[in-house]
């Protein structure tokens, strides 16, 4: 899944943007072009699309709201690394105009719960890691999940899973799982485990699978390691 980015010289309500050549995947971001100090965000525009990325917050807020877009155009995409390693943000929302997070667009930093909206197609890898999240929920748009996602947040309990993703890997959820005791799911998504797997994940897995892949809420008894199924 590689996009294009074209060498391009933009003009943008005074800002420059200046674009160059490079390949660019689900898990390596190319270079692009910039608009540098535009209300806390570096912006670039790849030649071939009508959207904007947000490549790097420059602010220090808690609690960010993102823009829909900037200058008349829309932001569809949140860059590699873009809000990481600030270790402060606690709460961010995402419009519905982004498409795409990037590799550790989020990671690092301080957020309890997030909204992702259903718009949302790639979560690259590690974008969510190393945050306090409780709850993930992954909308029905979302089709591409990438290694180590959500990793490193043990405060999780709670996953519900939507009806776009056909394959997930317990490695989306490493070292977050210890302490989930409700998943909701739905019908026909091919689980694949770590080696050695986590019980949490493993224990899951039997289950949806005794259950012949239907969809539901599957919820764990922490005293009998037993998790049930319940229509959802």
């Given amino acids: 899944m590689k996009r294009k980015w074209m060498p391009h ?109 259903n718009s949302i197609v790639t979560i690259g890898s590690w974008a969510f890691e190393m ?23 043990p405060t999780l309990t709670g996953i519900t899973i939507g009806n776009g993703v056909g394959t997930l890997y317990e490695g989306v959820f490493a070292g977050s799982l210890r302490n989930v005791t409700r998943i909701s799911i739905g019908a026909n998504v091919r689980l694949q485990s770590s080696e050695p797997s986590c019980l949490v994940w493993s224990g899951f897995r039997a289950a949806y699978e005794a259950n012949g892949h239907r969809a539901g809420i599957f919820t764990l008894n922490p005293d009998t390691g037993q998790w049930t199924w319940q229509s959802r």
């Fill in 131 to 153: 945050n306090s999240l409780t709850s993930i929920t992954i909308p029905d748009s979302t089709i591409f999940i990438w290694d180590g996602a959500f990793a490193n947040n």
């Fill in 9 to 117: 010289v933009i003009a943008i309500a005074g800002f420059v943007v200046f674009g160059a050549l490079a390949l660019g995947s689900a898990t390596a971001q190319p270079e692009f072009g910039m608009i540098v100090g535009a209300d806390d965000f570096e912006f670039g525009v790849p030649a071939d699309d009508n959207g904007v990325m947000i490549i790097r917050y420059l602010g220090a807020a808690r609690d960010v709201q993102i823009p829909t877009q900037v200058h008349g155009m829309p932001i569809t995409e949140i860059g590699s690394q873009a809000f990481f390693g600030g270790a402060h943000l606690a709460s961010v929302t995402i419009p519905d105009s982004v498409i795409h997070i990037w590799d550790r667009a989020f990671a690092n930093n301080r957020l309890t719960n997030v909204t992702i909206p």
